[in-house]
């Protein structure tokens, strides 16, 4: 009997030590899914602040653009500047354009 009961304690030893493996594998597995799905939030957070700061962006440009061309200017100094800097010209129309339609200041702005 004493065998009997010896190997009954040993095996629900080995049964208890089996299970405290079992248990810490799936706490470690459980604790990387948890991490994952925090930085998959992460991920998605980024994303979307990347995407409204795109967004923006694009307002901006759009707001600038819409500046730029309420901006009035002289066709004979947009063929001045294009003429005598050798430029295409909507390059030179959009410098005199950002220059408010000064074309001394554009003209600098280009040599320099």
Known sequence: MAAEE?????????????????????????????DRQLNSMRVH????SIASSAEADRNAMRMR??????????????DLIANELE???????????????DAVAAIQSLLH
């Open 65 to 78: 653009e819409k500046e730029l061309a309420a901006v009035k200017i002289d066709p004979a100094d947009v």
């Open 6 to 34: 010896s190997n009954e304690v040993a095996a629900r030893t080995a049964d208890s030590k089996d299970m405290m493996q079992q248990n810490k594998a799936l706490d470690s597995l459980t604790d990387h899914v948890e």
């Open 87 to 101: 430029l295409d010209r909507k390059v030179a129309e959009r410098t005199l354009r950002e220059h408010k339609g």
């Open 45 to 48: 957070e980024a994303m979307a």
